[in-house]
């Protein structure tokens, strides 16, 4: 792949997983965003697999020639919807993404990008969810380690209902800016 620059570009795989994006407020505005980023190719999971179940061995050809993995997902109950983590169990397995000999996916970067529908300070001790918001990060953060893939920052946008425009504005311009430097680094 090559920019109208003619940098080389890197290829960056966004995963994308909401259940219901005709309701999204969030998510729906980052997957059209990706999807105009030069270099990046994404895979809408709800969309492309109703029934929920996943094509490994083209779900695995995809990611292995991309440089960097992003997830892209409304928080779900602490963690990621259900048929994304069904896409780790069955894409991340033993042999090809991590253990002894796998290499597949050393050396990638691994970006989540993430909403919760509570604002940030009802990620407290004595708040509602009882613990900070990077307290539900480690399962992501060994997820990146186990496979030799590189962390990082995440971007969360709390409050989703309630943010304003401009701050979803600034959340979706950020993101696409930042999809741009992964697959230009
Ligand atoms: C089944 C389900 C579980 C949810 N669990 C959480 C949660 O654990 N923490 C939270 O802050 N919001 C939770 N939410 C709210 C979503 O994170 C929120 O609606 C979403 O981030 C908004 O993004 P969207 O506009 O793209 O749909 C949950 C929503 C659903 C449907």
Not at 21 to 29: G, I, L, T
Not at 52 to 70: K, M, S, T
Not at 174 to 179: C, D, E, P
Request: aromatic share 10%; proline share 7%; charged share 15%.
């Amino acid at each position: 792949m090559t920019a109208q620059t003619g940098a080389p570009l890197r290829k960056v795989l966004v995963i994308f997983a909401h259940a219901a994006p005709q309701r999204s407020r969030v998510n729906r505005r980052l997957r059209d965003a990706a999807r105009g980023v030069p270099g990046v190719e994404l895979v809408d999971l709800y969309e492309t697999y109703p029934d929920f179940y996943i094509d490994v061995a083209a779900e695995q050809e995809n990611l292995a020639d991309a440089a960097a993995l992003v997830l892209v997902h409304p928080v779900q109950w602490y963690g990621m919807p259900s048929l994304l983590k069904e896409w780790v169990d069955a894409v991340l397995v033993p042999g090809w993404a991590y253990g002894a000999g796998a290499t597949a996916l050393r050396g990638k970067q691994f970006w989540l990008v993430a909403s919760t529908g509570s604002p940030l300070d009802a990620y407290a001790p004595g708040a509602a969810h009882g613990h900070p918001f990077e307290a539900f990060l480690p399962p992501y953060r060994q997820i990146a380690a186990l496979c030799g893939m590189e962390w990082r920052e995440p971007h969360i946008l709390h409050g989703a209902h309630q943010s304003s425009q401009e701050t979803l504005d600034a959340h979706v311009e950020t993101f696409a800016a930042r999809l741009g430097t992964l697959a230009h680094a």
